[in-house]
Structures are given as C-alpha cells and as structure tokens.
C-alpha cells in the first residue's frame, strides 16, 4: 500500500512531511513550513499540535475542532519573510472544505512570529 499523502498539498507522504512535525521529530523551519502543519492538523483534528504551535499571546485556552468539516485542499497564495533567519512572517492562504453537503473556502493572511526559537502561529489579519 502507498503511504497516505500529506494533506497540505506537496505531495509528500503525510510520515516525511507533516507528520515529523505533528509527532515532535521535527519542527517548522519555516512560517509556511508552520502554516502547512496546522492546515493538516485541522484536517486530521489534531486540536492539541494546534494549540501547541499557538502563539502565547493570542492561544485560547480551548479549542473544539467541528468534525463535521472536512478540510479537502490547500492552495498557499503568498509568503512574506518568514524564511530560515527571520523573526516574522506572513502567509496568505485558500483553504477549501466541505461542511454539510457544500463545498466552501476559507481565505486568510496568517502572522506568525518565533517564540523561543521556534515558529508560532500569531493570529490572522
């Protein structure tokens, strides 16, 4: 059988891709790299890696994810900075799904700021 694919759309296998990330064997190098992560998190509903790579700032202290949506594509639009060595970044973004019989989209431009080193989903303008 072929390893599943990762669900933000590079087409690799979910194990070589988002999957070091989700499980703790690899971190974002990247703000895109962060923001793949967490749109396959929604689409495995894995609430807690979502939490995990919220900014402390803006992280709610819950999150209830509907499993009643499913995330079925990502198409990333623009990246500004948050490269290797920078601090910031923006990434704009088409989410598509589908949620009770209709397909829909979300579109957003997504901060993301470096917390320790590490890369963090801000909040969205």
Same mark, same amino acid.
């Given at each position: 059988?072929?390893?599943?694919?990762?669900?933000?759309?590079?087409?690799?296998?979910?194990?070589?891709?988002?999957?070091?990330?989700? @499980? !703790?064997?690899?971190? =974002? $190098?990247?703000?895109?790299?962060?923001? %793949?992560?967490? +749109?396959?998190?929604?689409?495995?509903?894995?609430?807690?890696?979502?939490?995990?790579?919220?900014?402390?700032?803006?992280?709610?202290?819950?999150?209830?994810?509907?499993?009643?949506?499913?995330?079925?594509?990502?198409?990333?639009?623009?990246?500004? @900075? !948050?490269?290797?060595? =920078? $601090?910031?970044?923006?990434?704009?973004? %088409?989410?598509? +799904?589908?949620?009770?019989?209709?397909?829909?989209?979300?579109?957003?431009?997504?901060?993301?700021?470096?917390?320790?080193?590490?890369?963090?989903?801000?909040?969205?303008?």
């Amino acid at each position: 059988m072929a390893p599943r694919r990762c669900p933000c759309g590079t087409g690799l296998a979910y194990a070589e891709c988002c999957g070091r990330l989700h @499980d !703790g064997t690899a971190t =974002a $190098a990247t703000a895109e790299q962060l923001m %793949r992560s967490r +749109y396959s998190a929604f689409a495995l509903g894995d609430a807690g890696y979502l939490l995990d790579t919220w900014h402390p700032a803006t992280r709610p202290p819950s999150l209830e994810l509907d499993p009643t949506v499913r995330w079925t594509g990502l198409d990333v639009l623009a990246v500004a @900075d !948050g490269g290797l060595l =920078a $601090a910031e970044g923006t990434v704009e973004f %088409r989410a598509s +799904y589908r949620h009770e019989g209709r397909t829909g989209s979300q579109h957003e431009v997504s901060r993301f700021a470096r917390v320790d080193g590490a890369w963090r989903y801000l909040d969205a303008v």
